[in-house]
DNA sequence: CACTGCGTGTTACCGTAAGTAACAAGCAGG
DNA sequence: CCTGCTTGTTACTTACGGTAACACGCAGTG
């Protein structure tokens, strides 16, 4: 009975696990991403060095928490972006599901986007492994579509992975203002922001008798 | 003679501020962002309780230091932006501009784009006042000068701004990204977002039986 | 049955960092 | 001389990440 029993142990921990960060989980939508470990320790009727002991540090929690969150957004932005539609109606497809995502629970976002202020980065001023995750996550996704989907002639890996990350950071950029200032409808600013993509910024004229562009 | 001396005052304690913004210029350019009080207050020479009664807090230092680089990149950007030359000429000579600057100091990079962990968010999980005022700062910057400069027909307001913040997005996804890994040439890059701004995403033909975009 | 091993849980602690209270010294001006 | 203001200090509190050490419960084994 000992592998039995041994199976029994590895799932009943995991199912611990799996409680554990939906806690964490509560106290991060309620808190946003400085959540302390007591807080989260707390909500979990538990307290500290048990945390400890099945994520190891903060960031370790953290990531597991991220990955669930970045998985499941990363789900519903493929569904978007493989509807079999035209190419404009899946790219505002896609930014619009973004934006849904980050409008209906900030929190979350706020904890995604929080740079992880790893423990292994120490003493290199580096430069490396400070921004999200998410953001790396997301822009190597996209890059791998544009580049397996598009004809972009030489180059095009490097070109797609620029892309991927320069649009992802357009979604980012965009996003983060427009939930903070509420300046239009959703909608509006995905158009416009597809418009951006579709080159109406290079096709624009110059103001008439203005200083130029 | 009490009024001069008031001013004498003034100038005096002015330039005592100057002499701890400089210091602590010094501590984050070597420590990036976790640069702590202590360390800015021991660079200067003193100890904390005076950089508090200068600064209020430590937000109100990394304000007031924040502020100083956000005004000397804007300066640098608007010239590239001033430029007599070809509207794409500018643009890239623009995004140039500002992964140039992120790659000289990126301990300064990184202090920028930090949240500002801001203390008036206490209790409000209010979605405001969470990232980087840099980022906010050029995005408003930006806007301005393409709602000046370009005619975009009705509701060009709002559209510059959104095409602002996402331009300036693009700029520091694709610039984070980049400075992390190094997958290429800055000049490459530049010409790769200026691709992008330009329609290049929208021009694109799909692979020849490939699974289409 | 006593005994060992292991996983779960605790309390109590350390180090570090932000922020503050309270006090000491130099130096104007009545 | 004494009052008031600025500049500086030491020493504290609070909060958080992280850890050591110890206690309980519960399999399986001699």
Chains 1, 2 share one sequence.
């Not at 991403?33 to 009727?45: D, F, T």
């Not at 500290?48 to 519903?76: C, E, M, N, Q, V």
């Not at 989907?149 to 180059?155: E, Q, V």
Request: hydrophobic letters at 40%.
């Amino acid at each position: 009975m000992q592998t039995s029993q041994r199976l029994d142990q590895q799932q009943a921990t995991e199912n611990r696990r799996r409680e554990l960060l939906e806690a964490a989980d509560r106290v991060v939508l309620r808190d946003g991403p400085e959540a302390s470990m007591n807080a989260i320790a707390a909500e979990a009727g538990i307290t500290k060095p048990i945390l400890y002991r099945h994520f190891g540090d903060k960031s370790g929690l953290y990531r597991a928490l991220a990955k669930r969150h970045t998985d499941a957004l990363l789900d519903t932005l493929r569904t978007a972006l493989d509807s079999r539609t035209a190419r404009r109606d899946r790219v505002e497809a896609t930014l619009d599901a973004y934006l849904a995502a980050i409008e209906a629970r900030p929190q979350v976002y706020r904890f995604l986007m929080h740079p992880t202020e790893d423990a292994d980065a120490e003493k290199d001023f580096d430069t490396r492994r400070y921004s999200a995750p998410l953001l790396r996550r997301l822009g190597e996704e996209l890059a791998k579509i544009i580049a397996e989907r598009l004809d972009l002639g030489p180059n095009s890996e490097e070109l797609a992975r620029v892309w991927g990350h320069g649009i992802v950071g357009m979604m980012h950029g965009a996003g983060d203002w427009w939930l903070a200032e509420r300046p239009c409808e959703r909608a509006q600013l995905v158009a416009h922001l597809a418009d951006l993509l579709w080159g109406r910024l290079a096709a624009a004229g110059d103001i008439p008798g203005g200083p130029g562009f």
